[in-house]
């Protein structure tokens, strides 16, 4: 992991650590300064619905990342007609970590078993994407080669 992709890992097991009072279930905000996203410790679930892409670090065996993108009418990658690009990954099949992996508008849920933890969003504290860019190797979803949506 090359030090820029370590600050953001970093950054954003930190800022979304800081749950200002919600429960580890409940999705993350930062106001005003655009802070967003979810962790989950072992044995919780928490969604939310980004404003702003976002990336993911996960650690242990047993956790879990779904992103659902909502889509155009018509997307042949849409295989069940639902208007959303839902991918699944997990440690067997993960991403890279600490990048901007989903674009605004998805709605993501992080899950962790027993011997696992995982933390989504986006920490940098600013309104919009505009100054922060940090591009995940391979592209973000859904344009990713190596992700094929359920």
């Given at each position: ?131 922060v860019t940090n591009a995940c190797a391979g ?12």
């Amino acid at each position: 992991m090359n030090l820029k992709k370590f600050a953001v890992a970093g950054a954003l097991v930190g800022v979304l650590s800081f749950a200002g009072g919600a429960s580890a279930s409940d999705p993350i905000v930062v106001e005003p300064t655009g802070g967003q996203g979810c962790v989950s410790h072992p044995g919780d679930t928490c969604t939310y619905t980004s404003t702003r892409t976002g990336g993911y670090v996960a650690n242990g065996s047993t956790w879990s990342l779904t992103v659902s993108i909502p889509t155009t009418a018509g997307d042949p990658r849409d295989v069940n007609l639902d208007g959303q690009l839902t991918y699944t990954f997990g440690p067997g099949n993960a991403p890279p970590q600490g990048c901007s992996l989903y674009p605004a508008g998805s709605t993501v849920t992080t899950s962790a078993g027993s011997s696992g933890g995982i933390a989504a969003g986006n920490p940098f504290l600013q309104q919009t994407d505009s100054t922060v860019t940090n591009a995940c190797a391979g592209g973000p979803l859904p344009d990713r080669t190596d992700a094929t949506p359920q």
